[in-house]
């Protein structure tokens, strides 16, 4: 991982600034928690399913379901996190050899890119949200009526909730490239892992 796969704020920024960063980041921090610890779930899950089905013949009802619904709630568990770490794919050769050329260039294409980023994911979010809404009307629910049956809006909130977070580091990410590159800054030393 490189040094500028994800700026840091300048320092000795607003103490505003550093306590919105700091937020952010819990924010991140506790999506992935609760998304490791869905994963967790999961097998769990799927080794009772196999056990039970196997030795007991008699399988836990409704685990592909819950295996197809929460992979999908996982990945927007996660997403904001795995940004906020400078997981994304993206060209980091490109990004540090224009890095060592021209400083600001490289933080014109990161800012570029976090804008196109964000737009896109404002369109997932935007798609996301009347999906969300049918849901909790008409209270929708994926399964079969007798044998299994959950609810479908809590994985459209899911959907809803990383998308939020990850326009949220988005956001920040594009501030501090903006900072960068209009008011000439040098880049503050990336903290490990960062």
């Known amino acids: 991982m490189t040094a500028h796969q994800t700026p ?12 919105l960063r700091a937020a952010a980041d819990a ?3 506790g999506l992935n928690v609760i998304g490791t610890l869905l994963i967790l779930g ?28 929460s ?19 993206r060209t980091d050769a490109f990004l ?16 570029v890119y976090t804008v196109a980023a ?27 009526f007798g044998d299994f049956t959950a609810p479908d809006w809590p994985v459209k909130l899911v ?3 990383g998308c939020a977070a990850l326009m949220m580091q988005m956001l920040i990410t594009g501030i501090v490239a903006a900072w960068h590159l209009f008011a000439g800054q040098p880049d503050a030393p990336a903290e490990n892992g960062r």
């Open 71 to 89: 992979i999908v709630a996982i990945v927007f568990l996660q997403v904001s996190q795995a940004f906020r770490m400078g997981r994304f794919t």
């Open 27 to 29: 924010i991140s921090n």
């Open 159 to 161: 959907i809803l909730i």
């Open 8 to 19: 840091e704020p300048p320092q000795g920024g607003s103490g505003a600034g550093q306590r």
């Open 42 to 69: 999961l097998v769990v899950l799927v080794n009772a399913d196999v056990i039970g089905r196997e030795l007991f013949l008699a399988p836990v009802s409704g685990v592909p379901e819950i295996v197809s619904m």
């Open 118 to 144: 964000f737009a896109l994911v404002w369109f997932v979010f935007s798609a996301s949200y009347p999906l969300f809404q049918k849901a909790w009307e008409r209270n929708t629910y994926v399964g079969t």
């Open 96 to 111: 540090d050899i224009v890095a060592r050329r021209a400083p600001r260039l490289r933080h014109a294409i990161e800012l």
